[in-house]
Each structure stands twice: as structure tokens, then as C-alpha cells.
């Protein structure tokens, strides 16, 4: 029997490219994969560049404060003009840390997705059979 037939008939194991069809399932594996690591790319890109005009943001913000402090004898003046600095440089550091939550979140699908197109058979496991457990073994 030749290599061919042996792999059309299955008898040379059950790793998951095997078969008659390997170069396409590769070629479309690979494809995909190429297009999940662009999709990463420009998720990411668009994640730092709001990152970066946040951080320009917080710059300017923080001149700002200090020109406006500067020469400040009014102590009231003063806690205002910290309480609001305080309050635009917290509300960037949550946005800082809900679009990295997002991202991550993001990322975890799209190589969960990864692995499901090189892997098809560790996308959908069959259920595992449970062991009976001590006391039921022990009845």
C-alpha cells in the first residue's frame, strides 16, 4: 500500500493535518493566521495612538495647571485647580485601563480563533468521561 493511500485510509494517525487535503489546510491556516496578526496590528495601533493623545492630553493638561498655579496665593483657588486635575488626569488613566482590558480580551479571542483554525479538533473537544469519584467507587 503507498504512503498515499495509507494517509487516505487513516492508518497513519490522527494528527490534524493529516490527510489528503494537507497543503490546502495549510495554505488556508497560514492565510488566516496572517490575517488575525493584521487584525492584531491595527487593533493595536489604533489602542496607542489613543494611548499617545491621551498622553498629550495629560501634558498639556498638567501646563496648564502649573500656569495657573503659579503666582496662586488663594489656598481655595488652589484646591480647586488640583481637584481638577486631578479629576481629567484620573478619568485618563481609566480609559488608559478599560482600552487595555479591552485589548487584551480582544487579543485572547483572536488567538483563541488562531489556534481553533490550526487545530480544528482542539476547538471542539469531545466531553470528557468522568471518573467516578472515591465515595461512589468506594459504594
Known amino acids: ?10 492508518q497513519l494517525g490522527v494528527w490534524p ?17 496572517v490575517e488575525e496578526q493584521e487584525e ?5 495601533q489604533k489602542m496607542l495612538a489613543a494611548w499617545m493623545e491621551r498622553r498629550q492630553e495629560a501634558f ?4 496648564h495647571t502649573a500656569e495657573r498655579l503659579y ?5 481655595a483657588a ?7 486635575w486631578l479629576e481629567s488626569s484620573t ?8 482600552d487595555a482590558r479591552e485589548e487584551a480580551l480582544t487579543l ?14 482542539a476547538a471542539d473537544p469531545a466531553p470528557a468521561e468522568k471518573a467516578p469519584s472515591r465515595r461512589a467507587a468506594a459504594e
Open 91 to 98: 478619568r485618563r488613566v481609566m480609559a488608559d485601563m478599560s
Open 1 to 10: 500500500m503507498t504512503q498515499q493511500a495509507k494517509l487516505e485510509k487513516g
Open 78 to 84: 488652589i484646591a480647586a485647580i488640583y481637584g481638577e
Open 71 to 75: 503666582g496662586c496665593r488663594d489656598m
Open 40 to 44: 492584531c496590528r491595527e487593533r493595536t
Open 17 to 33: 493535518f493529516v490527510g489528503p487535503n494537507l497543503a490546502n489546510r495549510v495554505q488556508a491556516a497560514s492565510q488566516t493566521w
Open 60 to 63: 498639556a493638561s498638567a501646563l
Open 108 to 121: 485572547m479571542a483572536i488567538g483563541q480563533r488562531s489556534l481553533a483554525g490550526l487545530m480544528p479538533q
